[in-house]
Every structure is written in structure tokens, then in C-alpha cells.
Nanobody
């Protein structure tokens, strides 16, 4: 059974930091591209950051470039999102996403709430 379990969300003041973690089980983690998405009520889920299966390439939404860093530890089956200089507009539910690089499988976590107060 495949599971993606996010943790690390919470309430933080503007300018603060949080680190999200997503622990994967039931998959060969090193064969999955990993991403973080976020969603606010009434809006579509948007891509925040993405990292290739080896960790060699990362991509970010323009709104988080220079503030967020995605990384992964394939030995621990975990992907991270370090979020610095948080803004109220970063408030959202953050979801972990896994897509197999050979195609055919995609999985989502249950989401973790991040709230940034002004």
C-alpha cells in the first residue's frame, strides 16, 4: 500500500520559517519525481516545487523562488520543503505528490495546513 505522509505544517508569523516533510512508503522512492503543491479554498491546486528522482534538478513557482527549497533523501524515502521568509499569501494546504519516472503511477498525500499570520 502506497502512502505519502506530510508533516511539519502549522501556524507561523510572517517572515518565519517552516520545514515540511513527506515520507513515502510502498514505493521505490528513487524512481519517483516528487513535487509539492498547495491549494487554497476556491482555487486550483498549484505547483510549488518539483525535484527529479535523483535530486539533480529542481523547479519552483515564481512566487516562491529564492524563499523555498525542495530537497530529498532517497535513503530515508523523504522529500522536504524548506520555507523561509513566509508571507500570508503562502497560507494553504500543502500536498506532496509522487509521479513514477517510467510513467503509470501518481500518488498524493493527505495535505498539511500552513498558516502564515501577518
Amino acid at each position: 500500500q502506497v502512502q505519502l505522509v506530510e508533516s511539519g505544517g502549522g501556524l507561523v508569523q510572517a517572515g518565519g520559517s517552516l520545514r515540511l516533510s513527506c515520507a513515502a512508503s510502498g514505493v521505490t522512492f528513487s524512481t519517483y519525481r516528487m513535487s509539492w503543491y498547495r491549494q487554497t479554498p476556491g482555487k486550483e491546486r498549484e505547483l510549488v516545487a518539483r525535484i527529479t528522482s535523483t535530486g539533480g534538478t529542481t523547479n519552483y513557482a515564481d512566487s516562491v523562488k529564492g524563499r523555498f527549497t525542495i530537497s530529498r533523501d532517497n535513503a530515508k524515502n523523504t522529500v522536504y520543503l524548506q520555507m523561509n521568509s513566509l508571507k500570508p499569501e503562502d497560507t494553504a494546504v500543502y500536498f506532496c505528490n509522487a509521479v513514477r519516472i517510467f510513467g503509470g503511477y501518481e500518488y498524493w498525500g493527505q495535505g498539511t495546513q500552513v498558516t502564515v499570520s501577518s
